[in-house]
């Protein structure tokens, strides 16, 4: 059994910046890989970004690339999806989630075994 712990999260002016980090507990950090998903408001949740477990390997979304940076910390067990460059179309509610086996569809919900409560991200002016 995996808890994930969400945190970060804000308000903040479009252009402004905010990290979120993800904290697992009940299992080491290095076992599997981690992924950011977000939903906003009336819309189904939706990929942002993974990593996998060594952290080598990043994926993101087109709507994300080159704005946020996942990263992750196995030494400190914590995950982290800097955000830049905010825009009012990233409102959502971000959740981090861990994929135990990967199975070749990172960017769809179904590839995550855990997931955690989320975190309400508003960019707003």
Do not use: H
Request: proline content about 3%.
């Amino acid at each position: 059994q995996v808890q994930l712990v969400e945190s970060g999260g804000g308000s903040v002016q479009p252009g402004g910046s905010l990290r979120l980090s993800c904290a697992p507990s009940g299992r080491a950090l290095t076992t599997y890989a981690m992924g950011w998903f977000r939903q906003a408001p009336g819309k189904e949740r939706e990929f942002v970004a993974r990593i996998s477990s060594s952290g080598l390997r990043t994926y993101y979304a087109d709507s994300v690339k080159g704005r946020f940076t996942i990263s992750r910390d196995n030494a400190k067990n914590m995950g982290y999806l800097q955000m830049n460059s905010l825009k009012p179309e990233d409102t959502a509610v971000y959740y981090c989630a861990c994929d135990l086996r990967y199975s070749g569809s990172y960017n769809l919900t179904d590839e995550y075994d855990y997931w955690g409560q989320g975190t309400q991200v508003t960019v707003s002016s």
